[in-house]
């Protein structure tokens, strides 16, 4: 049978007895889950055991690209690391874009798992002339800069490298796996578990061609949309994302969100990335402040916000960066060495880090926020959990809970730098206090006591992000519902406040979301979720949704010779979803009983602000979010029928409590 888009076989190896095989997958498991995490949640769920441990021997952590990934589908360039979360005890998953999802493709998999675990340091090599795990021994304890240039020096320039730094390599557990220097699939916890297993990197030089069913229609297609894309704007338009820096405070007065027509979107994104919102964002009420108890435009001022502001990184762009095939490059290089000699060439942080080590510490220092960035980079860590955990460091340190005597001499203040510097290189390094920090804020507190619990800001063990719900309010659902709790990356039917989202897919409808009627809401959340899981495991960059009209159908049409119905990318996503969350129910993880801490949904309205009086009351639109999937509302746990809906009917004596 001639196959698109896929190889129907996936790389295994065991650690353990240092083997390789290719695994076949089935034609039907692909046309159910795609790839990327679909893909892999079907095959770890079918390949473990209940209640396994998440950082033991037979731990299966995967590897996986995109349905359409590989090929020249526009935004195409992802792929997810996934597997048991340490951190969480449930489901995990982390998304990546650069170039190494494509170099699985074209390497002849649609995946790569591991399990088992080394004696010693290793590295699996794909090429064309070896496929292998090989010592590592010379590359452990270096940064992913080095060990990747090492790498590349040994097996040629193009070698494609996912690989863990330092903080994988100490078992953190908020830790992830990094690739192209620096684009990181940080969240779940995942670099922990190829720490555990010794295994430093994944080296890929093979070079093929992904089989695609219409390679003509394919290339027209993507030919059309990026055309459109590479429209050079009018004046009117480059004039006014020139300008986006300077609207924060009126777009606060005017209660307006960071949104627009596609193609100023689109410009807003090629000239800033996601830095846009570093200065808008505290002023709006999205950016979290000083560990979530603050009033952005009080406790973060635009005097304060401004220094970090995606302008100001402008100042030090070398050169544009995007993701394979990805027409937008929102990404950029920069030169920073007047800020620090090493920051000869680093990535631009993005609105994420800016904030966790920006607004949510009171710091408005950019060089700062530079070093920061490339220090999260280089060692593999994630710098949503590692700036969340600073943050309830320095206010238990503020609250006298921790002292000196706990911090080896350091003082932890609000927008102290140099400290914040200091204490993330302590995580890193899992030097003295660090130790206790370097598996997040829920198992800190734990260690810690004296009621600093109340200041870890978490879901169900995963650091929240930078985004408030007291602004998206379904936001907090997502937080809390979601197989991967505390993701901004999540379906959220607040995605349309920062682009044209219902125009994506014609034909697709989403229920007005600004309402007061839970219901309806919950109806557009059902079907932000199956897009967004459909979109994901495609391979497709959550962006995608910004930019106006997407030939979603059309593309996997060309690549796979499927006929898709909007409605059919609904479905999938929908099993995708449920299959995700089986997991942890089996695992003994049940998002329906995940609590988010009172300051992220209002539990006490601030009394001022742009979240003056407001409290978002997420479980009552969870529950309404339950219903709409037909789950059970009372237990947030899939019924048999819905379980049957979506095909996967044999689930439900795993999933029962």
Not at 34 to 54: E, F, H, N, Q, V
Not at 90 to 110: E, H, Q, R
Not at 369 to 393: E, P
Request: proline share 5%.
């Amino acid at each position: 049978m001639d196959r698109y888009g896929y190889f129907g076989r996936v790389l295994f190896g065991d650690l353990s007895t240092d083997t390789l095989e290719e695994r076949p997958v089935a034609d039907e498991i692909y046309e159910n889950f795609l790839g990327g995490y679909g893909l892999g949640a079907k095959l770890i769920y079918d390949w473990t055991r209940k209640k396994y441990d998440s950082l033991g021997p037979e731990a299966i952590l995967g590897i996986l690209p995109g349905l359409l990934t590989g090929t020249v589908a526009p935004f195409s360039g992802r792929y997810m690391v996934c597997g048991k979360s340490p951190l969480t005890g449930g489901w995990g998953d982390a998304n990546s874009g650069g170039y190494f999802g494509p170099a699985i493709k074209k390497a002849g998999y649609d995946g790569i798992f591991v399990t088992g675990e080394a004696e010693s340091p290793k590295y699996l090599l794909i090429s064309d002339d070896e496929l292998n795990f090989k010592d590592a021994s010379d590359l452990w304890e270096l940064d992913t800069v080095e060990a990747d240039v090492k790498l590349q020096k040994t097996h040629g320039h193009g070698t494609k490298v996912a690989l863990i730094g330092p903080a994988g390599e100490h078992v953190s557990l908020i830790s992830g796996v990094v690739n192209d220097k620096g684009r990181i699939a940080a969240r779940s916890g995942l670099g922990a578990v190829m720490g555990k297993k010794k295994l430093k990197a994944i080296a890929i030089s093979k070079k093929g061609v992904v089989p695609v069913k219409d390679k003509a229609k394919l290339a027209e297609i993507a030919q059309t949309y990026n055309n459109r894309l590479n429209k050079k704007p009018n004046k009117i338009v480059q004039m006014i994302v020139n300008a986006v820096p300077n609207f924060a405070t009126m777009l606060r007065w005017v209660k307006l969100p960071l949104s627009g027509p596609a193609k100023m979107v689109l410009e807003i994104y090629r000239q800033y990335g996601t830095s846009i919102a570093n200065s808008v964002s505290s002023e709006i009420g999205d950016s979290p402040v000083k560990n979530w108890s603050g009033i952005g435009y009080i406790d973060f001022p635009q005097e304060k916000s401004r220094k970090i502001s995606g302008a100001e990184f402008l100042k030090y762009k070398k050169r544009s960066f995007g993701c394979a095939t990805c027409p937008a490059q929102c990404g950029s290089i920069l030169s920073a060495p007047d800020v620090d000699p090493n920051l000869q060439e680093t990535h631009r942080p993005e609105y994420e880090t800016s904030c966790m080590f920006g607004a949510l510490l009171v710091n408005d220092d950019l060089g700062s926020i530079l070093k920061l960035n490339d220090m999260c980079n280089r060692a593999g860590i994630d710098s949503i959990s590692t700036g969340a955990t600073v943050a309830f460091a320095i206010e238990c340190f503020e609250e006298g809970i921790l002292t000196t005597e706990d911090t080896d001499g350091l003082e932890l203040h609000w927008g102290d730098s140099g400290a914040i510097l200091k204490l993330t290189e302590m995580i890193i390094n899992r030097q003295g206090i660090g130790d206790i920090l370097a598996d997040g804020t829920m198992r800190a507190a734990e260690r810690i006591g004296k009621g600093s619990e109340e200041y870890a800001m978490h879901a169900g063990g995963e650091e929240l992000p930078a985004h408030d719900p007291r602004l998206s309010p379904s936001l907090a659902s997502t937080y809390s519902t979601d197989p991967t709790p505390g993701r901004h990356t999540a379906a959220s039917i607040d995605f349309e406040a920062i682009g044209p989202i219902k125009q994506f897919i014609p034909g697709l409808f989403i229920p007005r979301t600004r309402t007061k009627y839970l219901a309806l809401g919950a109806e557009a959340q059902k079907t932000m979720v199956g897009l967004m899981e459909t979109l994901s495991s495609v391979g497709l960059c959550m962006f995608t949704t910004l930019f106006g009209a997407f030939p979603l159908l059309e593309l996997v049409e060309a690549v796979t010779g499927w006929h898709w119905h909007p409605d059919d990318a609904l479905l999938i996503g929908r099993r995708i979803q449920t299959m995700r969350l089986a997991f942890s129910l089996r695992e003994g993880i049940n998002p329906y009983m995940v609590t988010l801490p009172g300051r992220v949904w209002g539990e006490d309205p601030h009394g001022k602000g742009p979240h003056k009086g407001k409290t978002i009351k997420y479980k009552e639109m969870n529950r309404y979010y339950y219903e709409s999937m037909d789950w059970d509302p009372l237990t947030g746990i899939p019924t048999k029928e819905s379980l049957e809906s979506v095909g996967l009917g044999d689930l439900f004596d795993d999933i029962q409590p």
